[in-house]
């Protein structure tokens, strides 16, 4: 499927069969060649190979918007030498702009060009969900980049003293074009419209904790033919009651549904699962769809994803952002990323069990995103146990230190629940402690693998490790307050 609009004389990169994504140029073909009938097609000559063929407009992508990413999934010496011939060509294209007027014409081209490209793009993400035609089939995965400074034409330009607000246009028109490009679908809470049209294909689900329960009490609410499997099977039975199938098995579920999702504890058990015994991966088979709802590390995630595509499968993961009262109210924000026809056939089931889904791209960019929510979410929480702990010692009232928060821009409903906790002595859980930290861990390891510290993330991990250390893992995050008394 083609995510711009193309024309004679746009660098491309063309898939030919199973052939990898080449760099080409679309050129006028021969006056004596016809073109192909059927689905519209653009003649591309290849670089560095010098053939040509008729592509179809859906297996072709804008070079610059994609170079990152096609660079990533192909290797090799002669599509190196293609690429080069490519910049080759970028650079002589730019050095025969002699004139500043020419230049600048060539930028304001360039931007605009760029710029339609990526409100193409956000016009085909927000299209109706659902199966995608069955022309599409064939077209190869949406890539998460977008077009950055480096990777067009005018990145050689020098810009001359006094350009500076053209710079910091540039700068934020690509921060715009990347928040576009991001595909954001939204759906309203099924706990007060209750639209949702259910797939009729048919989901499993695996794993049945605080969040899972939520989660399948609205995907069977909304109507979805569920089967659904959990470590302890009593957890089961309120479901089958309602309407579900029970699977005894995860390769059972995975076989005979054709959308399986999971909600895990940790990366461990999420790993466990696809390949332990009788696991989601001994019943994937080509066509079978697999979405990991668990908040894991991204490396996690990339190697459930090599496991099940290797097997032909299809895989999107999709961490939700919420707690046990957000899941059950069917308002939960979905961060998925991978397989995205796949993340358009969960349509339905996103509504049912969020307010809004995101979709990020490549397999790692969920798990990524979720990490940091989430330690922001952790180290907030830190700091709100810290402030009361402080307004108990110093003889300040924590009811009053809670109504002037809630009155100031801090207000928000996670405050108000958290510390109405703290004052009530009242742990139930809501978030498990214990997924608080290992969250924190992981996203200081991610840090770590970018060497970039996490100062703050670094003394709330430590803070809620003093609290599992008190036996409050079972317990809501916010009994973190007990280690900030001690």
């Keep these: 499927m083609a995510t711009v609009s193309l024309r004679v004389g746009d660098l491309v990169w063309g898939k030919l069969g199973r052939y990898p994504p080449w760099p080409g140029k679309i050129v006028n073909p021969p006056k004596d060649l016809k073109k192909p009938r059927g689905k519209k097609c653009f003649f591309v000559k290849f670089f560095g190979t010098e053939d040509h063929a008729w592509i179809k407009v859906d297996q072709l992508k804008s070079y610059h918007l994609h170079k990152e990413e096609m660079i990533k999934i192909t290797k090799g010496k002669r599509f190196q030498q293609a690429v080069d011939a490519v910049e080759e060509f970028i650079k002589s294209k730019v050095s025969a702009l002699t004139s500043p007027e020419d230049r600048n014409k060539h930028i304001s081209s360039e931007d605009n060009r760029q710029n339609l490209s990526v409100a193409e793009i956000s016009e085909h993400n927000t299209r109706k969900r659902g199966r995608p035609p069955k022309e599409e089939k064939d077209a190869f995965p949406e890539p998460s980049t977008v077009k950055r400074l480096d990777t067009s034409p005018v990145a050689s330009y020098k810009w001359k003293p006094g350009s500076c607000s053209a710079i910091i246009q540039k700068l934020k028109a690509t921060a715009e ?19 949702v049209i259910p797939t009729d294909k048919r989901i499993g689900f695996l794993g049945l904790g605080l969040m899972g329960s939520g989660i399948v009490a609205n995907l069977l609410k909304m109507g979805h033919m ?3 499997w959990n470590r302890t ?7 089958l ?3 579900a199938r029970l699977g005894r098995t995860p390769a059972e579920v995975v076989s005979t549904c054709d959308i399986t999702l999971s909600c895990i504890s940790d990366p ?14 001994q019943g994937i088979r080509p066509g079978k769809c697999y979405v990991d709802m668990s908040t894991m590390d991204p490396e996690t995630s990339t190697e459930i994803s090599q496991v099940i595509t290797s097997r032909g499968g299809r895989f999107l993961e999709a961490p939700v952002s919420g707690n046990r009262q957000l899941s059950e109210n069917g308002m939960l924000v979905i961060l998925a990323a991978g397989d995205k026809a796949l993340f358009d056939d969960c349509s339905s089931c996103f509504q049912a069990m969020g307010k ?6 490549e397999v790692g960019n969920a798990s990524k995103m979720m990490l940091i929510v989430n330690m922001i979410l952790g ?4 700091s709100i146990a810290e402030g009361f702990t402080l307004a108990k010692i110093a003889s300040q009232s924590q009811e009053v230190l809670l109504y002037i928060l809630s009155q100031g821009p801090l207000a928000c409903a996670f405050l108000d629940q958290k510390c109405q906790s703290i004052l009530q002595g009242n742990f139930k859980p ?3 402690l214990k997924h608080v930290q290992k969250d924190l861990r992981l996203a200081i390891a991610m840090g770590d693998s970018v060497n970039h510290s996490t100062p703050m993330a670094a003394a709330a991990n430590e803070v809620f490790k003093k609290a599992k250390a008190l036996d409050q893992s079972e317990n809501d995050m916010s009994a973190v307050y007990l280690a900030c008394n001690q």
């Design 430 to 432: 809501d978030f498990l």
């Design 268 to 281: 461990k058990a999420a790993k466990d699962l696809v390949l332990g015994p009788s696991g989601v991966l």
């Design 379 to 382: 180290s907030f929480m830190a």
């Design 226 to 228: 569920v089967t659904v």
């Design 177 to 195: 074009e990347e928040a576009e490009s991001t595909s954001i679908q939204a759906a309203d809470s099924t706990a007060t419209n209750g639209n």
């Design 241 to 243: 009651q309602e309407g």
């Design 233 to 239: 099977g009593e957890k089961c039975d309120p479901f």
């Design 356 to 361: 809004k889904s995101f979709y990020l791209g």
